[in-house]
């Protein structure tokens, strides 16, 4: 839950500032005629949609367990994570090449520049500001692993989606600037078609690395390798357990976990002994972490694993 409230407060602030941003930069752009403005109006018009519908997600994800849904509702945020994904791809990216096209072939002078570079300094300072608090907070959950890693191995899409989302914003930014002022000191409007091209190309990037990674968390991810490390220390340390056979995890969402174990238990056991372990082993790895969401033991020897496990490796793809 704290990973959430974080996630919340990232998103808090980049709806914030997009909302400001966007409404600053359409008066803007209908004020010049800027095409690489109105193509970054758009944009912001689009990140704050996408911090709704990830605050949405937040709100669905945290529903509890019922009939329909046994393990609860994760990946609800997996789901809207897929969606602001396809947005930045066909909103973003689909409007900003459409105005960069229709620009170049019917170029049209932007008026009065200064009103431009107002409004785009006032926005770098609003999306610094969203990226450096969505940055922190990205920092502070990917520990010691580099920014690549931490993206392919988060479990929470929310943080990075806003990062991204910011750090394409900053980009359109300074390409919007450069386009705006070469439209200006060659005399050639379709410059400023050309930076709302780059600014769709920016914008299609962004949109396909978010793609994905909510994809592979929509269709179900492991737990991290230290996790599972974790959780075979804990069931290795039981005194009733001979072997641990095999592990399998799954991530619902970023705080539930389901874990699958495959366990070979000493032979002069009882069956009372053997359910005692499997509550007594539940019980230490829910303390450990909670984001364990359900725990499954299948009692079975090793011989029998390797058996199926054999069988399974030899079924087609």
């Given at each position: 839950?704290?990973?959430?409230?974080?996630?919340?407060t990232?998103i808090?602030?980049?709806?914030?500032?997009?909302?400001?941003i966007?409404a600053?930069?359409?008066?803007?752009?209908?004020?010049?005629?800027?095409?690489?403005?109105?193509?970054?109006?758009?944009?912001?018009?689009v990140?704050?949609?996408n911090?709704?519908?990830?605050l949405?997600?937040?709100?669905r994800?945290?529903r509890?367990p019922?009939?329909?849904?046994?393990?609860?509702?994760?990946?609800?945020?997996?789901?809207?994570?897929?969606?602001?994904?396809l947005?930045?791809?066909a909103?973003g990216?689909?409007?900003?090449?459409?105005?960069?096209v229709?620009?170049?072939?019917?170029?049209?002078?932007?008026?009065?520049l200064?009103?431009?570079?107002?409004v785009?300094g006032?926005?770098?300072?609003?999306?610094?500001?969203t990226w450096r608090?969505?940055?922190?907070?990205?920092?502070a959950?990917?520990?010691?692993?580099?920014?690549?890693?931490a993206v392919?191995?988060?479990?929470?899409?929310?943080?990075f989606?806003?990062?991204f989302?910011?750090?394409?914003?900053?980009?359109?930014l300074?390409?919007?600037?450069?386009?705006?002022?070469?439209a200006a000191y060659?005399?050639?409007?379709e410059?400023d078609?050309?930076?709302?091209?780059l600014?769709?190309?920016?914008?299609?990037?962004?949109?396909?690395?978010?793609?994905?990674?909510?994809?592979a968390?929509?269709?179900g991810?492991?737990?991290?390798?230290?996790?599972?490390?974790?959780?075979l220390?804990?069931?290795?340390?039981?005194?009733?357990v001979?072997r641990?056979?095999?592990?399998?995890?799954?991530?619902?969402?970023?705080?539930?976990?389901?874990?699958?174990?495959?366990l070979?238990?000493r032979?002069?056991?009882?069956?009372?002994?053997?359910?005692?372990?499997?509550?007594?082993?539940?019980?230490?790895?829910r303390?450990d972490?909670?984001?364990?969401?359900?725990?499954?033991?299948?009692?079975?020897?090793?011989?029998?694993w390797?058996?199926q496990?054999?069988?399974?490796?030899?079924?087609?793809?």
């Amino acid at each position: 839950m704290a990973a959430h409230s974080g996630s919340k407060t990232v998103i808090y602030a980049a709806v914030a500032g997009n909302l400001l941003i966007a409404a600053t930069k359409f008066v803007a752009a209908g004020w010049t005629g800027s095409s690489a403005m109105l193509s970054e109006g758009v944009h912001s018009l689009v990140d704050t949609g996408n911090g709704l519908l990830l605050l949405y997600g937040l709100r669905r994800a945290a529903r509890p367990p019922d009939l329909t849904h046994p393990f609860g509702h994760g990946r609800e945020l997996y789901f809207w994570s897929f969606i602001v994904a396809l947005l930045v791809f066909a909103v973003g990216a689909g409007v900003s090449f459409y105005e960069g096209v229709s620009h170049i072939i019917a170029p049209r002078h932007a008026s009065n520049l200064t009103a431009n570079y107002v409004v785009l300094g006032v926005s770098v300072l609003f999306e610094g500001y969203t990226w450096r608090i969505a940055l922190k907070e990205f920092r502070a959950a990917k520990g010691s692993l580099g920014y690549y890693a931490a993206v392919r191995q988060s479990k929470d899409p929310s943080v990075f989606t806003v990062l991204f989302e910011d750090t394409a914003a900053l980009i359109g930014l300074l390409i919007a600037f450069l386009g705006i002022t070469a439209a200006a000191y060659f005399g050639r409007p379709e410059f400023d078609g050309v930076a709302s091209l780059l600014i769709g190309a920016i914008l299609a990037l962004t949109a396909i690395v978010l793609a994905r990674e909510s994809k592979a968390l929509l269709l179900g991810e492991a737990a991290l390798p230290q996790v599972q490390d974790e959780i075979l220390a804990t069931v290795r340390g039981d005194p009733d357990v001979e072997r641990v056979n095999g592990l399998t995890t799954v991530h619902l969402g970023p705080d539930q976990i389901v874990v699958a174990l495959s366990l070979e238990f000493r032979d002069n056991r009882s069956t009372a002994d053997i359910e005692a372990c499997v509550e007594r082993i539940e019980a230490k790895l829910r303390e450990d972490r909670s984001d364990i969401a359900s725990v499954f033991v299948k009692p079975q020897t090793s011989a029998k694993w390797r058996a199926q496990a054999e069988v399974a490796s030899q079924a087609p793809p």
